[in-house]
Each structure stands twice: as C-alpha cells, then as structure tokens.
C-alpha cells in the first residue's frame, strides 16, 4: 500500500520513517532538502505533488502558519488527506480543519519525532477517520486512537502549545515546579472551557490530544514550545524552527475575546509574545487575579 506525505520536516520525515519500517511504500514530498533520517528503502522522495498519485492516504505535515497558503496554491491529488498540524491561522483565525475545506481526517497527540523515528513506543489520536485508516496509519510501535471529535482534537493540539510556553516561561524565570504544575492544571481547564466553545467535546481532552500532548510538551525540553518559554522566562528572544505556539498564542487570544471564553493564561502568553509585557509582569497579573472555586 502506498502513502504521500507532504512535508519532510521533524515529524514528516519521522512518520516517513515509521511508515517505510512498517512495509509501506511511502513518497515523502519536500520543496527542499529533507530532514536527516535513516529513511527505509521503501521512502521516496519527490518535490513533484503528481507523484502522490494513487495513495491510499495524504498525511500534511507542513507547520500550521503555512497550510493556507499552501492549499490555495496547489491541487492535491484525490486521496483522503490527513492533517498534522498544530495551530490556529494567525490571519483568520480558523483552525486547520477549516482552512481545508475538504473532508478531512486529523493526526495529533503526544509524540515526540526522533522517538517516532527511533522507533519507540508512541500513541497518538485519529480524529475523523475510519477504522480502515486507523490501521493503515497504526504501526507496530505507533498505536493509534479514533474519535469523531475533529475539533476538540484539534484545539487540544493548539492549544496546549500555549501552555506550554507558560510552563517553559514559569521554569525559565526561576518560578519553581509548583509554579508549572500550577499553569498545566490551570491551562488544562482553559483549554476544555476554549475547546468546548469551538464546538469540541469536554472529554475530548482528557485524551491523548488534550491531556496526554498537554503533559508532554509541558515537561520537556525536546518539545520546542517548552523550550521557547524556557529562553523568554532567561531573558532570551526566539529559539528558531518551527514554535507554533507564538502564533497560536496571539490567534487564540483573539478569539477567546470573541468567542467570551475566560482564558487568563492565553492572553498572558500572547502579550509576551507580541511583546506587550514581560514574564514577570505576566505572572504577576495571573496571580493578583480574584479568588475563586476551582
């Protein structure tokens, strides 16, 4: 069985290689050079999307900020598409599902690249696909979960970059853990509160997208959210690559004001971002908030 997947980054190139190792015959398209990878014989590489022919699925995994510009740009074959991605469009303010404007299935969760690579044991949730795509996209060390719930699985995915970036700022400007376990518990209700608003299921997010990629990304210095905190809590600027968070957070801030959802720690991280205010000034703003039930 053959697949295509758009993009040949961290995580593209990872899944190319999970993929390959599984017996797939899998066409990896990138504009440029691909990521460095021990790709399996059965991984081609193309920058020709007419190559992605007769696939059985089409997984982009380009980064959020670029998918508009991208299916606007170019015709895909006809094939099931599967969305990668972790963000809200910084310009409208939709999320990746309806930039797409197609049926479409989505891929997230909590996995990290080079341990998808390598090889190790990872679950990650399906959203919107069927049982025949769950197991085309499952692998013997890659388990994956469905649900019907597209949206929640997307904002749990975009939005716990957020969070992240608190989490990385509270440990980088020498808040402590307690500090951290405050804003991932805290941020975790946000979220649901924010996703449920979207038009997502509570539940949704205490699953691998919501809670399970929440807990990863919040404690690790491989994810790059975490580790863009880390650097603005030091007094650093931006890290570089790929951070999603930082247009998510700022996209996410605007539509918590029109959607009327309390989000604290997202307009916290959003003025940092932009700017507007400095860790310190953040925290402190978070913390002289009223009292209150949890």
Same mark, same amino acid.
């Given at each position: 069985?053959?697949?295509?997947?758009?993009?040949?980054?961290?995580?593209?190139?990872?899944?190319?290689? *999970?993929? &390959?190792?599984?017996?797939?015959?899998?066409?990896?398209?990138?504009?440029?050079?691909?990521?460095?990878?021990?790709?399996?014989?059965?991984?081609?590489?193309?920058?020709?999307?007419?190559?992605?022919?007769?696939?059985?699925?089409?997984?982009?995994?380009?980064?959020?900020?670029?998918?508009?510009?991208?299916?606007?740009?170019?015709?895909?074959?006809?094939?099931?598409?599967?969305?990668?991605?972790?963000?809200?469009?910084?310009?409208?303010?939709?999320?990746?599902?309806?930039?797409?404007? !197609?049926?479409?299935?989505?891929?997230?969760?909590?996995?990290?690249?080079?341990?998808?690579?390598? &090889?190790?044991?990872?679950?990650?949730?399906?959203?919107?696909?069927?049982?025949?795509?769950?197991?085309?996209?499952?692998?013997?060390?890659?388990?994956?979960?469905?649900?019907?719930?597209?949206?929640?699985?997307?904002?749990?995915?975009?939005?716990?970059?957020?969070?992240?970036?608190?989490?990385?700022?509270?440990?980088?400007?020498?808040?402590?853990?307690?500090?951290?376990?405050?804003?991932?518990?805290?941020?975790?209700?946000?979220?649901?509160?924010?996703?449920?608003?979207?038009?997502?299921?509570?539940?949704?997010?205490?699953?691998?997208?919501?809670?399970?990629?929440?807990?990863?990304?919040?404690?690790?210095?491989?994810? !790059?959210?975490?580790?863009?905190?880390?650097?603005? &809590?030091?007094?650093?600027?931006?890290?570089?690559?790929?951070?999603?968070?930082?247009?998510?957070?700022?996209?996410?801030?605007?539509?918590?004001?029109?959607?009327?959802?309390? *989000?604290?720690?997202?307009?916290?991280?959003? !003025?940092?971002?932009?700017?507007?205010?400095?860790?310190?000034?953040?925290?402190?703003?978070?913390?002289?908030?009223?009292?209150?039930?949890?």
């Amino acid at each position: 069985m053959k697949i295509g997947i758009i993009g040949a980054g961290a995580f593209g190139s990872a899944l190319a290689v *999970a993929y &390959g190792q599984k017996g797939l015959e899998v066409v990896l398209w990138a504009r440029g050079k691909a990521c460095a990878r021990d790709y399996p014989t059965s991984v081609s590489h193309t920058s020709d999307l007419a190559a992605l022919e007769n696939t059985e699925a089409i997984l982009l995994v380009l980064p959020a900020q670029k998918t508009s510009v991208f299916l606007a740009k170019n015709a895909l074959p006809d094939a099931p598409l599967v969305l990668c991605a972790k963000g809200i469009d910084a310009a409208t303010g939709r999320l990746q599902s309806e930039i797409a404007a !197609r049926p479409v299935s989505i891929l997230t969760g909590p996995g990290f690249a080079d341990e998808i690579a390598a &090889g190790l044991p990872t679950a990650l949730t399906l959203a919107g696909g069927n049982a025949a795509q769950q197991a085309l996209l499952s692998t013997p060390k890659l388990r994956l979960y469905r649900t019907d719930d597209v949206i929640g699985a997307q904002a749990g995915g975009a939005l716990k970059n957020v969070i992240a970036l608190a989490c990385g700022m509270a440990i980088g400007a020498g808040l402590g853990e307690s500090a951290r376990a405050a804003l991932l518990t805290r941020g975790f209700a946000e979220m649901q509160r924010f996703g449920v608003a979207l038009g997502g299921k509570a539940e949704t997010f205490q699953g691998l997208s919501g809670l399970g990629d929440l807990a990863l990304t919040c404690a690790s210095v491989q994810s !790059r959210n975490f580790a863009q905190g880390l650097a603005f &809590g030091q007094g650093s600027g931006q890290t570089g690559g790929t951070v999603e968070g930082l247009a998510t957070a700022q996209a996410a801030a605007e539509l918590a004001k029109n959607l009327g959802v309390d *989000a604290p720690i997202t307009f916290a991280v959003a !003025r940092v971002v932009s700017g507007a205010s400095t860790v310190e000034a953040a925290m402190q703003t978070l913390l002289a908030r009223p009292l209150k039930e949890e």
